[in-house]
């Protein structure tokens, strides 16, 4: 093991070294182990802070959250600890035993290094970690995000031991007389990964003797090659984006085929994680349906991991669900106020003006234009079918007198008395 390769790269992550400061999760198994040593040893003035999580799945958890306390005593570690029983949070939840462990331990991960300000959360996660995650991301049907693996730092997380081989971190404590964990469940070929390693990867080891070393090799270049493409499309994102709004992104299909071709799915991919949205079972083949988009002559529409991405006409918008919808509050006035959003004039206003949406039948007058229906115009101005329902319309007894994103009738659109359309924004806890 090249321990001074592996102390130079940790010395340059920036972040760290800038704060000095680190939450490590802390199994203690011999790869969780192998870290906090590696900054006990060698990065005396990074301050770290362990955190463990008991899952209460096997007898032997209390034996490893035993060794986890007298460790961080033994060290003078501040020490994070959280007792769950996963297998009745996932029945509650109604997901994987796996998928609930994660969703605990990023939980409260993402908890400890806010309530600590610390901006660098450190895994043990190794070469054969790595590996183990391409295959079992190919197998899913991932893109070259997956297949490039587990990424070195992602936000606050930092990975140092990818390029580490797991029989080099286990020699490395025996020769060292370093006591730690062994979790049992891991020889058991019960789950995708322990298949995968147990029977699939040893036969791939009698093919190549150099297994490890090309296969690191190989997801160094899909690592790079999965850099270059988020930078090359988040540019995109930056230079042809149309849309101002904070929560959305929207293109002309032009632009997107012209750099994309039919692979939308890699936009849809790379919008998800600009919004940050978590990624992690977002797979290639859910987003593979978009790739028909910009040949259909229809209003296309496909939700994702809370984003929604919708063909209309020649734009494709992709929409962030928000966690609290907005509700409009439409008023008018004869004042202008700080809501104002528009006007009409009111001279030859019949009856009692009514705000509402549109209604099948509705009919609208414009300047200089004949008489159309509602629907046929809103299509001629290609206002997408999403918004349509959506739209305010203001009437009186004779009929329409507005019409958002349409404007005023014609015999509202001239007079002496000048009536202002007001918009005002309320929030709601969506369900």
């Known amino acids: 093991m090249d321990i001074l390769n592996l102390l130079k790269k940790i010395e340059q992550n920036e972040i760290l ?13 011999p790869d969780s182990v192998f870290l906090v040593k590696l900054f006990i040893d060698y990065f005396k003035d990074i301050e770290i802070v362990l955190y463990h ?10 034996r490893d959250e035993e060794f986890v306390r007298a460790f961080a005593e033994e060290n003078n570690l501040k020490l994070n600890i959280n007792s769950v ?34 901006n660098t959360i450190m895994t043990a996660h190794h070469l054969n970690d790595d590996i183990e995650t391409f295959f079992m991301n190919f197998i899913r049907g991932s893109s070259l995000n997956g ?22 971190i286990v020699e490395y404590l025996d020769e060292s007389n370093e006591k730690y964990c062994i979790d049992e469940t891991n020889f058991i070929p019960d789950t995708m990964r322990n298949i995968i390693r147990i029977e699939k990867i040893p036969k791939l080891e009698k093919l190549d003797k150099n297994f490890y070393e090309d296969f690191r090799k190989f997801l160094q270049a899909q690592k790079r090659e999965y850099d270059l493409q988020n930078r090359l499309v988040e540019a995109f994102i930056s230079e042809y984006n149309i849309s101002e709004l904070k929560d959305e992104l929207a293109f002309k299909i032009e632009d997107v085929k012209k750099f994309f071709g039919n692979d939308l799915a890699t936009l849809f991919f790379h919008v998800i994680k600009h919004f940050n949205v978590d990624m992690t079972d977002v797979y290639r083949s859910q987003l593979i349906f978009i790739d028909d988009f910009p040949n259909s002559n229809e209003e296309k529409k496909l ?19 928000e966690r609290k919808k907005a509700k409009r509050e439409i008023f008018i006035s004869d004042r202008r106020t700080n809501f104002t959003i528009s006007h009409f004039y009111s001279d030859k206003i019949k009856g009692e003006i009514k705000i509402r949406n549109r209604e099948p039948g509705d009919k609208i007058k414009l300047e200089n234009r004949p008489t159309k229906v509602l629907k046929k115009l809103l299509i001629e101005k290609k ?19 507005y019409v958002e994103k349409i404007g005023a009738a014609e015999r509202a659109k001239h007079g002496n008395k000048k009536i202002y359309i007001n918009e005002r924004k309320t929030y709601e806890q969506s369900t």
Do not use: C, W
Request: proline residues 2%; charged residues 30%.
């Open 53 to 62: 999580l008991n899952h209460n799945m096997r007898e032997s958890a209390m």
């Open 147 to 168: 297949y490039s693996a587990i990424k070195a730092r992602e936000g606050k997380y930092f990975h140092p031991l990818l390029e580490i081989k797991k029989s080099d």
């Open 85 to 118: 029983k996963i297998k009745v949070l996932a029945k509650k939840k109604q997901i994987g035993l796996e998928e609930a462990g994660r969703v605990v331990r990023y939980e409260d991960l993402e908890r400890i290094s806010q309530e600590l300000n610390i």
């Open 383 to 401: 206002i997408p079918a999403y918004e349509r329902d959506g739209l305010y319309v203001i009437s009186d007894y004779e009929g329409i007198l």
């Open 17 to 29: 070294m800038h704060e000095k400061r680190a939450i490590i999760a802390f199994s203690g198994g």
């Open 303 to 321: 939700n994702v991991a809370g984003i929604t991405a919708i063909k209309s006409f020649e734009i494709i918008k992709f929409i962030k669900d």
